[in-house]
């Protein structure tokens, strides 16, 4: 007895169906929601005309990339300047929230910003961290000094299935053929530094 019908993933184009007749011949679906039309329905996202807004995704065909580290400014920047001659002592430091962030393969177009997708580090770890510290700091004169915190993030990559409470294209659950990457923080594993620049320059978050 032949399956009426089966998925077949793929990370190099957008979410097909595939079906299996009684000859044991295989037919592609074109009338099936592209990639965009999948993420967009997501928990969160903006809704797609062409599908109903999605009970749940979920990330799948999980791949674990090295953590990477993302640093935010904690409070505001202190100064030395105006053409003082002796150091200040300040207090550098104050609260920021790392999320979790989800990114998409640049040719899908949609964003991903609010959209929920569960599973992976998702499931265990919370998807925010607030970090919070204050230091005292002596500035020389024509400097300036941003307290910084660097939060590790575990990072994913895989596909999505986003499931439906009712059939859309013929289907109940779907798959992106397109990947996602989510960077969830390490809540844990943070470190802290001090950005000394000279006055008048606006330092950038990549020399961090």
Known sequence: MFPRSFFVLSILSSAFALYTYPRGTLETREDSPSDQDLLSSCP??????????????????????????????LGDPQLNCGGATDPVTVTLGGQ???????????????????????????????????????ISYTVPPGR????VAGTAQQSETGNVQVNYGS??????????????TQLTPIPSDVEFDVHETACGTCPSQNSF
């Open 44 to 73: 969160g996202g903006p809704g797609s005309p062409n599908v109903k807004k999605a009970d749940k995704c979920t990330l799948i065909n999980i791949v674990n990339n090295p953590n990477t580290r993302t640093f935010a400014v």
């Open 96 to 134: 920021q929230t790392v999320t979790q962030t989800t990114t998409v393969d640049a040719n899908v177009g949609v964003s991903l910003e609010g959209v929920t997708i569960g599973g992976g580090a998702s499931s265990s770890t919370s998807t925010a961290n607030t970090v919070s510290k204050t």
């Open 144 to 147: 300036q000094a941003v307290f």
């Open 167 to 180: 059939r859309q294209f013929g289907h109940f659950i779907w798959f992106t053929g397109a990947t996602v």
